[in-house]
């Protein structure tokens, strides 16, 4: 079974950070590919560098059609490009904000999500609303900590963090949080034994929700809207894109 | 891994069936256990046979706190007793109209649900409400077949639910269909290659969701609302139930 | 006009309290008979304790079928079984938690129910919904009172229960309050004199809507899903349920 | 028991129509005063006349202040001037729209509408919405009959009426039918006998329902925003208003 | 160009500090004709105040109807009388309340409402989902200062709402403020060049959305809900109106 | 006044559609600079398409910085990169689906959508939710002909929406219509006045809504997350778009 893990932030030290926390877990028969989204913002903190980081995300399936994926996670928490990549790709697509939303509202009747900067607060609403949970969330906290002090900083930030869940296990009448942000893989296991509620991971829960996709034979449907569009001329720089669009 | 497949229908006939159907997949790594629960309604087709069935699906997972399990899961399209459930066991609790919903929208933008009779209309609405997927069915159509006749009758019954099927795929603007009824276990490996959209199971889908769930260390949350009550006194026929409740 | 009202708590303090509660009112042309559900759980306080005494209510309505009776009334503030309970009997049945709800937005533009512990609330949310009242609901407040508290801790219980009214009335931007617990029946009174504002309590509020339903000549409909579902048989323990079923 | 039912409409005809209707119920115990809103359109069939009417409403209840009502009824499927009403009136104020939705979601999961005009089904959801009844009312029917032609034509409009009756039961997977205009007081009891459905008339509903507030003792409130405003200068033509309020 | 500014308070006050507003802008090429609605309530408080105010919206456009007009602006945050405006007039008809939420979603993904006294936040509630804001509005906030004090006491008042604006802008997650008052038109331009947010005002904003539909040559339709009704008796104090109607 | 006008489908002859269509109006006191975006999809039919031709979006903002706009203007049905746009621009954004939608909701309680093929439906659901129209919106009708056969094959083209437009006005209780791509603009002043009911286009929508918030000193808010981020670099691709970032 082979998974590509695509990294829309073009910062690589995510891309590890991402590697490092999936060490924790057990993916023995899976054999899960990291892309770094080169070409895009370094990291993801407004609907800006959401537009430009969706079309790298195409462009990174785009450019490994040659070899064969199960199925593509798209590895930043505003899911950035996962519709139109369900048109292009044949096989499943999963974002790690509607993964991590998916699980949440299977172990818990209400979730809290922690956010970085409080500027992504209404893009996370929107998701919730898209993906049919914005009555399961309680609420949407920020950190206030951009993307890149999540590595850059980590200790300070893992502070902050950990304040901001208690506030939201004392406050927010809930059962489990999510970690909003990629860059916070690899904290729920510790997390989740400090506090004893479910802490959820994004990245970690599209893997494994990719997988049980593929076991159980579902793909993405090609009628209706994920069917990819007829062909079509795309003028200048997607030229190259040209003969198998 | 050990998983319960609950029957909360007391007919063996459909838990047989459902038994049939999975032996289409790869669960080589999976130890699945059904149950069928024998006190309750022979088939349940009303908010009457919901009250019981939920009962009897707590009572069949009290019976077998000796044995381990890694999740339960409940086989019926109502999802009879899934919150009280969630309550009483330690591991994850999936209920098959649950699991069907998350997948058919991981992999189409709307879609339909065919239930069997159509009284169970206006029950199934309230599910995809209570799992946040209201605004992702298109529609929900009843072939007015009774659950036993899926069994009894299958070639009348089948036949009737494909006329719905293409129905759906001509009228209702989906990308996938759900089969809402354990007894129509088994079909959808077939109709989704006869008609080319994903035409989803329940039970399968909840097999590979609670095996998702135990693999990202996952389990229900003890904090909030599903944490399990006090101790509290059960006068007369639960009595039995007094000393661990 | 015979209504029952039946204490799905198996409590007789609680079916006693409400008793007293209801002789500050007019009641003399009706003939209330009160039922004390003796298999259920002491008081409910769970989606468990629900599972099991939605069954006890409709046990207690199935084995008084040989008396007539008007109306049923589920004195409960989770209205446990309160659609199946439809589907059985053929007389109006009503939850007090819904005749609150009803009786509040006919004198206020936005309300607050108070419930006992904090883990009900997400059950209080979801009948909101249920009912239609979730956008008149300024907010449900928990004073984190187990039920039997009510009773045998009334005075300390009573004063909680009066500090959170004033937060209500100060914070909530509401015209009134809802009591949410059949234990905290006969307290409705006391508290709108003194606060001056509508306190509602929903053993009271269902009597009467009992009564108006009754008078108008409509009953539950037997067209649709509250008709009772074709004869089936019930294996185990329900059998002695079988021939009328 | 007084209880003034204040027709909006200044058709004596449709009041007289409301008189005969209730005479087929047990009204022994209360005494209806019936009040034509003189000054106002003749019937009530756009946002234009609701706002005549509305007034008229108002007015009508000011002339009587020295008179003691227990509640007042406002008997138009529109319930022109009922928020108003409640800040002014210090008893129940009840409009016929409100009381059978309020009934109808007592007795059915899903009820039907018959409007008169095709150009009322927009006022009429939109009271659907404010009474919180949107999700429960399956469809808004018109028969496309003026008001007064269900007084002048009686016989074909009550023709087209039932045979709206009929579609609703066939189509809209409903349990009960609620009939959308004052001039339909009087079909009820016939249709529910003929049917075999509850069919609701709003006169009749909240004559009873306001029976049951006055009987709970819970009246309109004066904390929030049904407080009657500060006193205020009235110019022109309302001066006379002037002094009480 | 010829606009009608209606001002539905009949104090004058009101209407003069509206005409001291707009000078701050370019108006040069439209004709600008303010009316006071003479017979209403002094200002507009309550849905008391705002019944009889839509009745001196509709005669106020009524009288004037042998002048002509492009449009009609109904100047007071409760849009009275504008669904009924709209189905008499020939022109658009926009009110302020609308206006401003039309163009505070234009320029930010949420925004907060700053209203007069308390018992108007749950009116300003109704009319954002009326028009489609209510999950665009992060908060009503309310000065609890009376309408005719931000004329009257014009110092203190401001301050009030200058600190509102500041913890809007500091606890709301907002990119926009309305002032929730016609008698608050003129601090617009000053604050959002305080506070460096957009800060909107109703009247402005209806003024050049008025013109923008003129200019589209797009007017109120009068196919459906705002067709005038047909002709019918007006009695008594309508009666005047009773030829043209 | 300057406005851009964006066309984001890389057909010219679309933008030569849109200006023809213009001159029926009178903008004379505007200098409207077209722009076609050269990089992108042809015509945009799905996510994919969309995807792409928001980023070409904004690098055509980008590319003009050196001139002044007074706002720019998104000429395609599903308003790619819009929220992007408003981050980056300090002057008003306007997407065409946006303005239509706006417009229409001033003048009709209820709309109809006519989009081009079936798969877009899903995507203008999407949108109206977004703006807050989704309440408004009666039906989403697809004529089933792509794009540019709105160009190409004009005369067939035109007579398959008219027939649609007979549908919605006889069938959807509705007000007005909405051409839903900017292959439309031009027909709308036709079929308004053949059709006696407003038929609205989004460029002309989008240009006098443009021109009201500049005209109201209104402009996109730099509070909250239409704030540009904080500088970040990009890799790759728009590295020549650094500095200024």
């Known amino acids: 079974m082979n998974i590509q893990i695509i990294n829309p932030n073009s910062s690589k030290k995510i891309t590890d950070d991402i590697k490092k926390a999936i060490k924790k877990y057990d993916i023995n028969n899976k054999n899960l590919v990291f892309t770094t989204a080169l070409d895009g913002p370094e990291t993801i903190e407004s609907s800006f560098d959401e537009c430009f980081s969706a079309t ?29 990549a369900r048109e292009f790709a044949d096989v499943p697509v999963i974002g790690i904000a509607e993964a991590s939303m998916h699980f949440a509202s299977l172990v818990a009747t209400k979730f809290t999500i922690i956010t970085t900067v409080s500027r992504m607060k209404t893009h996370t609403e929107n998701l919730l609303y898209k993906y049919g949970y914005d009555r399961k969330c309680s609420k949407v906290r920020a950190i206030n900590c951009p993307v890149l002090s999540l590595v850059d900083e980590f200790d300070i930030s893992r502070g902050i963090l950990e304040e901001e869940c208690v506030k939201a296990i004392d406050d927010d009448n809930i059962g489990a949080i999510i970690l909003g942000c990629a860059g916070m893989a690899g904290l729920s296991t510790d997390l ?54």
Chains 1, 2, 3, 4, 5, 6 share one sequence.
């Open 192 to 245: 989740t034994a400090k506090y004893g509620i479910p802490i959820i991971d994004g990245v970690i829960s599209a893997i494994y929700l990719s997988e049980a996709l593929i076991n159980s034979n579902i793909t993405t449907s090609k009628h209706g809207d994920y069917a990819f569009p007829p062909e079509k001329k795309y003028l200048g720089k997607f030229k190259n894109m040209g003969t198998t669009l």
């Open 56 to 84: 790298t995300v195409l462009e990174t399936i785009k450019k490994n059609t040659h070899k064969y994926f199960d199925a593509h996670i798209i590895a930043c928490f505003g899911d950035p490009g996962l519709d139109a």
